[in-house]
Structures are given as structure tokens and as C-alpha cells.
């Protein structure tokens, strides 16, 4: 694997076990990104003669325009300048970098006035752009990023900050995007069933699209799978707000993809700005295997790690007594956690005073004593942490009232008023670090959740708006933030929680070691919302609120089951958000959760290296009987061990018998197929298992027949394959 530099030929060439990658650029100082090959797929995914360069920066007032009253247009000309190639990068990548002058004349230079239908008059621009390329030997992808440098003397506007670019060979037509999880709820009273959308789009000559990401928007990712296996995966890593161009942007029939930010940075001379980073990959079949190449890569490249084999844990969380919790209680729940062989357990809103130290009156002795007989018992301990919230009766807000701005969350209003914080103020940002490393120092944590709002806006009447409040609010507040207390607390894992997940993004996947998706749904809208996250985030960051509801404003009043906490482990911890006191060892509802914690103890490693194999779509619970059977399956098959692990349910409906379709397995192996509920065990050759399925009932043999409140059987079989010699 390596790069290599033909300064005669003007091309960076990437030779790499898995793809096959080119750069050029020519005399009029134009970059292109002008091949990208899969090996293992022999498709050839680039143009031969791009439409687009390598990038397009706008900066204020400058670059040609066709008339005087138009906008100006996008600047790319410039002398190439410094090529470093092949640098030791982190986590076993390698890196390469080039430099374009923009305020150099190029050997060739087109002059104004030019016209429409010309090529782009080169317009000195006092700007540097330097371009960052990584890639890692097991995977086929390519990893990039630019640096903006302000070379004059006085201040430049960024309007345009260029992510990726690509033109794909070809027509559109035979190519399908996908993309989504918006998000279309932000409390529980709204819930329904697309907490997050899904959009598959099939592309042909004048189609085009625009994903907009960002906070509560959609994902930083596009999949696009075509008629005839190869497939192509992208990602962009920024919280801020971005947009992603695709389908036909050039009127010429074939597939072209955009992805940058408008974020109208001020940048002062000398000052450089670095954009997010950006991935394209490529894979060889269907939506799971696009899906599992971007998992796989971002797991050994982008996602923090997390070094505890346990992970995912086992966790509990007290967010289901509310803020009624004190010293006693928790100590009461903890030792029905260590029974159970809970891994994690989590002390959630009620514990801090207004300045964020434990209640005196809760909790006389702070929460270290807490933590210390958790950290001996082998569990971690964590604290719910919303510190993009202060209270009136702080400190923090009588000092520096102008670091609040606008009204925070209601939970948190006890006595005086709430805010939000403006982390995008400098002052503030450091500020909060520091806090943030005193309350984790003091209450000896190890882990940590966000929630409710997660700042505040800027207030442009306390500071200088250098930017767009959403890049000033994310990319240079809550990200350096999190950031910052990473640096100073490496040890302490984050997960990002925002009544549900408000940032479907892999720089939030950067940021934290898991992710809850719908919030404390309930478990059919929880199986609704992995089979969507799951296309496109990593499984581990699927945790599960673990909770339970007939359907929308219909409470669940009966003892949980199988059924109801299998619903709630596929990937991500298993979070308790139950009574927990209310368990009696030895009975049914005990018994229910210890074999389901003992299950997932069995199966999560598997599961969140594995490969999502998406088989039953489950829908909402008022579609049973209207277009849906009730049936749903989601599964992951383990490579390296060649296995793998089917979770199926049955939600009302009148089958009692079907097929569960099954695809990614080894064709050739020979699997034993073994069930969790019933003692049928059979042996079958892969290629049979996914021409034919496996034939299941629900609910099985000798089972019983459970039925719900609102009429609807519920039933559950944990499948298991494993390769047998």
C-alpha cells in the first residue's frame, strides 16, 4: 500500500490490495480525483474526463461571474505546490497531502472576461488550500479533508468549504440511493412510528437529490447499490450542517456527488480553517454489504474505541424512577444489579444541585462512594450530564449571564429559570471543560450521557459572529467541548443521547462509544428504528432504553418477558430503564431478563463485528393486519467465526408458521442450526439455508400462547447458525 508521486506526469497514484485510486492535474493549475477502482468487484467507479474538479471553494468577492449582478463563482485554479506522500497516520493509515496555491498564477491561465459556455478565468485568490488523503490496508475506501489558509492581509469569508467531490462513469440509470433518519420526533408524547425516515431512490438521467445533515436532520451518508452487484458507500463527519448533491447535477445523464458546508467563516490572515473529513468506499453486493464496508471501516478508523472486551454493557439506568432517587434507593437497585450481573450502571437526572455537584440532601456523601463500591462490585459507573443546560441559581450563570441564551430544558426547572449554554462562545467552551473535569474528578465517573438541549445559540450581542451560529454552536463549541474533556479524561466513554438521537453523524460516532436511537419507545418502535439506524451507524451504536408501551399512548401494564427485552438488545447495551425493585428473584419476569442479559452476554461481540443482515422489515403496530403479517427478523453474520444469530418476532397477525428468508452466510459451510426456546437442532448447507429459509412457528412448540392488551400475540425465537466442520 502506497502512494506515489510522478511530478512529470502531475499525478499522485495510489497502489493498494483493494482498489486503485489517481489524482492529475494539469498545466491551467485544475486538480482531479480521476480514477477509483475496485479490485475485487473490477468496477471502475470514476469518469475518464470528471465534469468537476477535485474541490470548489467559495470565498466572498471573489471568482468570476457571468454577469455583474451574479453571485461569484466557486474558486479551484492555483499553482500546485508542496506533495507529501506517504506518512505514518493514526490507527494503521497511511497519509498523503497537496498543496494549491490559489494566489499563484498557473502555467496556463485563462483571463477575463470569460463566458458562459468557457472554461474559468483564473482569479488570484490569497488562499492556500491544502488537501489531506488517508487509507487503511484492509479497507476500500478512500479518507479526505481540507485545510483553508488565508494568505493576504486581510480577512476572507468562507462561504463554500468543499468536503468531496465525484463524477461517476456512466449513467445513472441501474444505480438506487439510500439514505435518511431524519429525525421527526423530538419527545416520547410524539412518538409514532418513523422516529427516523428512510428513503430509497432509485436514480436515472435528470434525477438529483439533497441530503441535509446536521442536528436532528439526516445521516452523513449516501448508499448506492446497483442492478449488477458493485456498490458505493459515503461519509462526511461533521455535527455542523452540510448538504450532500447527487444524482444528475450536470444535465448529462450520469451520477455526480457534492457533499459541503456554507459556513460564512471570517478568516483572519494567517488563520487556517480545517474542514470535516469525508469517505467514499466501495463494496461488492447488496444494501447489508454496503452497509457492513462502511460499519467495518468506521470501526477501525473514525469510531472512538472502547478497549473493555464487555462492551457493550449490560447497564442500568435510573431514569425510570425519574428524579425520585437518593443514596438509598440507589444503593438498593445496585444490589439487585449485581445479582442480575448488570456491567454498567448509571445514576441518571436528579442527582446534581445547580452548580452540578451531587445534592447534599440526595446524596450527603457525593456519588464517589457510590462509584467506588461500583468500580469493586467490577461494574463501571456513569452520571447523567446535560451541561448544555445551567440553572438561574448557578454560579456559572451569575458570573457570565451572557453565556446564556435562550430557554433550556423543563426538567431541569425546579427553582429559577433554565437556559441553554452558549458553547460556541469561546470563553464559555473553556469554561465548561474544566467544569466538566471537576465533576468527573469528583464523582469518580466512568462514563457519561448527553441530553435535553446540548447548547444554546449564539448571542451575537455578547460576541463576534465569525461564523454561521449552527459552525460556531457545533464545529467550534460542542465538538472542542467534547473534545477538550476527551483530551484532558481519555479514560471517561461518552454516549450521546438528545431525546433520542439528534446526531445521526459519524462525527458524533468520533465522539461517542454508543448512541440511543428513538427514545424509551418501547419495543416494537425500538425494532423499527435498528432495522433504519442499522443501515447506516455501526450496531454498537444501537443502545436500548429498555422499555414498554402497547402503542402509542397505550401503556404496558404487564410483567416483561422474552419477548420484550429481546426486542431491546440487537447491538447496542441493553439499557434497564424498568422498576428494577420491583423483580422478585426467581419469578417470571426475573427469569425473563437473566436469560436475556446471559443471552447478550453470549452474543454481542459477534453482533457488533458481525454483519447486519436486515430479513423481516418490522412496521409499526397499527399496520398488523393492513399490508403486514406482524412478522420481523434482523440478524448478524459473524465472519470470522462463521456464525451467526437471527432474532425473530411475531407481533399479532394470523401466521403461526413462516419462512425467515436468509442471506450473507458462506455458501459453502455447513451450519448447525439451534434454537433458544425449543431443543430442534438440524445441520444445513448455506447455500440450502438461503435458497429455501429457515421454517419457524411462533410461538413454538409447548409454548404459550401470549396475548397483549390490545389482542395482538407476541412471540420470540433466537436462531442460531454455526459452522460446523
Known amino acids: 500500500m502506497s502512494f506515489e508521486h510522478d511530478a512529470d506526469a502531475r499525478t499522485l497514484t495510489l497502489t493498494h490490495p483493494l482498489i486503485d485510486a489517481e489524482w492529475r492535474w494539469n498545466e491551467r493549475g485544475r486538480v482531479d480525483f480521476a480514477r477509483f477502482d475496485h479490485r475485487l468487484s473490477g468496477k471502475s467507479w470514476l469518469a475518464d474526463e470528471p465534469v468537476d474538479p477535485l474541490f470548489l471553494l467559495g470565498v466572498a468577492g471573489y471568482g468570476d461571474r457571468f454577469h455583474t449582478f451574479d453571485d461569484h463563482r466557486t474558486v479551484f485554479f492555483g499553482t500546485i505546490g508542496d506533495v507529501q506522500v506517504n506518512g505514518a497516520a493514526p490507527r494503521g493509515c497511511i497519509e498523503s497531502s497537496l498543496t494549491i496555491d490559489l494566489s499563484r498564477e498557473p502555467e496556463v491561465a485563462e483571463r477575463p472576461p470569460i463566458y458562459d459556455d468557457t472554461p474559468r478565468a483564473f482569479h488570484p485568490v490569497p488562499v492556500r488550500v491544502t488537501w489531506h488523503i488517508q487509507v487503511h490496508p484492509d479497507h476500500a475506501v478512500l479518507r479526505q479533508w481540507f485545510e483553508v489558509t488565508n494568505t493576504g492581509d486581510e480577512d476572507l469569508t468562507i462561504t463554500r468549504l468543499p468536503v468531496l467531490i465525484a463524477d461517476l462513469k456512466g449513467g445513472s440509470a441501474g444505480l438506487t440511493a439510500h439514505s435518511g433518519l431524519d429525525r421527526t420526533h423530538r419527545f416520547r408524547k410524539q412518538e409514532g412510528a418513523d422516529w427516523f425516515t428512510w428513503r430509497t431512490l432509485p436514480l436515472a438521467p435528470g434525477v438529483t437529490d439533497r441530503i441535509e445533515s446536521g442536528h436532528r436532520q439526516a445521516a452523513t451518508w449516501l448508499g448506492l447499490t446497483t442492478d449488477t452487484g458493485p456498490g458505493l458507500f459515503l461519509g462526511w463527519e461533521a455535527n455542523a450542517r452540510a448538504n450532500c448533491d447527487y444524482g444528475d447535477l450536470h444535465g448529462t445523464g450520469a451520477c455526480s456527488l457534492d457533499v459541503w458546508l456554507e459556513p460564512e467563516y471570517r478568516l483572519a490572515p494567517g488563520q487556517t480553517l480545517t474542514g470535516p473529513a469525508a469517505f467514499l468506499g466501495a463494496a461488492d453486493g447488496d444494501l447489508d454489504e454496503v452497509s457492513y464496508r462502511t460499519h467495518r471501516f468506521v470501526e477501525d478508523v473514525i469510531a472512538m474505541p472502547v478497549a473493555d472486551e464487555r462492551f457493550p454493557y449490560v447497564t442500568f439506568n435510573s431514569w425510570g424512577y425519574g428524579d425520585r432517587i437518593d443514596d438509598a434507593s440507589m444503593r438498593r437497585c445496585f444490589a439487585q444489579c449485581r445479582k442480575l450481573g448488570v456491567e454498567l450502571f448509571v445514576v441518571d437526572f436528579g442527582w446534581e444541585d445547580a452548580d452540578w455537584h451531587?445534592?447534599?440532601?440526595?446524596?450527603?456523601?457525593?456519588?464517589?462512594?457510590?462509584?467506588?463500591?461500583?468500580?469493586?462490585?467490577?461494574?463501571?459507573?456513569?452520571?447523567?450530564?446535560?451541561?448544555?443546560?445551567?440553572?438561574?441559581?448557578?454560579?456559572?450563570?451569575?458570573?457570565?449571564?451572557?453565556?446564556?441564551?435562550?430557554?433550556?430544558?423543563?426538567?431541569?426547572?425546579?427553582?429559577?429559570?433554565?437556559?441553554?449554554?452558549?458553547?460556541?462562545?469561546?470563553?464559555?467552551?473553556?469554561?465548561?471543560?474544566?467544569?466538566?473535569?471537576?465533576?468527573?474528578?469528583?464523582?469518580?465517573?466512568?462514563?457519561?450521557?448527553?441530553?435535553?438541549?446540548?447548547?444554546?445559540?449564539?448571542?451575537?450581542?455578547?460576541?463576534?459572529?465569525?461564523?454561521?451560529?449552527?459552525?460556531?454552536?457545533?464545529?467550534?463549541?460542542?465538538?472542542?467541548?467534547?473534545?477538550?474533556?476527551?483530551?484532558?479524561?481519555?479514560?471517561?466513554?461518552?454516549?450521546?443521547?438528545?431525546?433520542?438521537?439528534?446526531?445521526?453523524?459519524?462525527?458524533?460516532?468520533?465522539?461517542?462509544?454508543?448512541?440511543?436511537?428513538?427514545?424509551?419507545?418501547?419495543?416494537?418502535?425500538?425494532?423499527?428504528?435498528?432495522?433504519?439506524?442499522?443501515?447506516?451507524?455501526?450496531?454498537?451504536?444501537?443502545?436500548?432504553?429498555?422499555?414498554?408501551?402497547?402503542?402509542?399512548?397505550?401503556?404496558?401494564?404487564?410483567?416483561?418477558?422474552?419477548?420484550?427485552?429481546?426486542?431491546?438488545?440487537?447491538?447496542?447495551?441493553?439499557?434497564?430503564?424498568?422498576?428494577?425493585?420491583?423483580?422478585?428473584?426467581?419469578?417470571?419476569?426475573?427469569?425473563?431478563?437473566?436469560?436475556?442479559?446471559?443471552?447478550?452476554?453470549?452474543?454481542?461481540?459477534?453482533?457488533?463485528?458481525?454483519?447486519?443482515?436486515?430479513?423481516?422489515?418490522?412496521?409499526?403496530?397499527?399496520?398488523?393486519?393492513?399490508?403486514?403479517?406482524?412478522?420481523?427478523?434482523?440478524?448478524?453474520?459473524?465472519?470470522?467465526?462463521?456464525?451467526?444469530?437471527?432474532?425473530?418476532?411475531?407481533?399479532?397477525?394470523?401466521?403461526?408458521?413462516?419462512?425467515?428468508?436468509?442471506?450473507?452466510?458462506?455458501?459453502?459451510?455447513?451450519?448447525?442450526?439451534?434454537?433458544?426456546?425449543?431443543?430442534?437442532?438440524?445441520?444445513?448447507?448455506g447455500r440450502e439455508l438461503m435458497e429455501t429459509g429457515i421454517s419457524l412457528s411462533l410461538p413454538g412448540p409447548g409454548q404459550s400462547r401470549i396475548v397483549d392488551g390490545i389482542g395482538l400475540v407476541r412471540a420470540s425465537e433466537v436462531i442460531h447458525l454455526e459452522a460446523v466442520s
Open 358 to 685: 451531587p445534592r447534599a440532601d440526595l446524596f450527603p456523601n457525593g456519588l464517589a462512594p457510590l462509584a467506588e463500591a461500583a468500580h469493586e462490585a467490577g461494574m463501571k459507573f456513569g452520571v447523567h450530564l446535560s451541561f448544555g443546560n445551567v440553572s438561574s441559581l448557578s454560579t456559572m450563570f451569575a458570573e457570565h449571564p451572557e453565556w446564556a441564551n435562550g430557554p433550556g430544558q423543563w426538567a431541569y426547572l425546579t427553582e429559577g429559570e433554565v437556559y441553554r449554554v452558549v458553547l460556541g462562545n469561546p470563553a464559555a467552551r473553556d469554561w465548561m471543560i474544566d467544569k466538566l473535569v471537576e465533576i468527573v474528578d469528583e464523582t469518580k465517573i466512568d462514563y457519561f450521557l448527553t441530553d435535553h438541549f446540548l447548547w444554546g445559540p449564539v448571542n451575537p450581542d455578547a460576541q463576534d459572529m465569525r461564523a454561521s451560529d449552527d459552525y460556531l454552536t457545533l464545529a467550534e463549541g460542542f465538538d472542542l467541548v467534547l473534545a477538550g474533556l476527551h483530551e484532558r479524561r481519555p479514560d471517561v466513554l461518552f454516549e450521546h443521547c438528545d431525546n433520542g438521537m439528534g446526531l445521526p453523524t459519524f462525527k458524533m460516532v468520533s465522539q461517542n462509544v454508543t448512541s440511543i436511537g428513538p427514545d424509551a419507545v418501547g419495543s416494537q418502535y425500538e425494532r423499527v428504528g435498528t432495522w433504519r439506524i442499522s443501515r447506516v451507524l455501526p450496531p454498537r451504536y444501537l443502545d436500548h432504553y429498555v422499555c414498554e408501551r402497547l402503542a402509542p399512548h397505550i401503556p404496558f401494564n404487564e410483567s416483561f418477558g422474552d419477548y420484550e427485552y429481546r426486542s431491546q438488545i440487537f447491538g447496542g447495551p441493553m439499557i434497564l430503564m424498568t422498576d428494577i425493585m420491583a423483580l422478585e428473584e426467581g419469578g417470571g419476569d426475573w427469569n425473563a431478563l437473566a436469560r436475556t442479559i446471559d443471552l447478550v452476554k453470549r452474543i454481542r461481540r459477534r453482533v457488533i463485528e458481525g454483519k447486519v443482515l436486515h430479513l423481516l422489515e418490522p412496521q409499526p403496530v397499527e399496520r398488523v393486519g393492513d399490508g403486514w403479517d406482524g412478522w420481523d427478523a434482523i440478524g448478524s453474520y459473524h465472519e470470522q467465526s462463521d456464525t451467526a444469530v437471527i432474532l425473530a418476532f411475531r407481533l399479532g397477525g394470523d401466521l403461526d408458521e413462516r419462512t425467515i428468508p436468509l442471506h450473507g452466510l458462506n455458501p459453502d459451510s455447513r451450519y448447525r442450526v439451534s434454537f433458544e426456546d425449543r431443543p430442534d437442532t438440524y445441520e444445513r448447507v
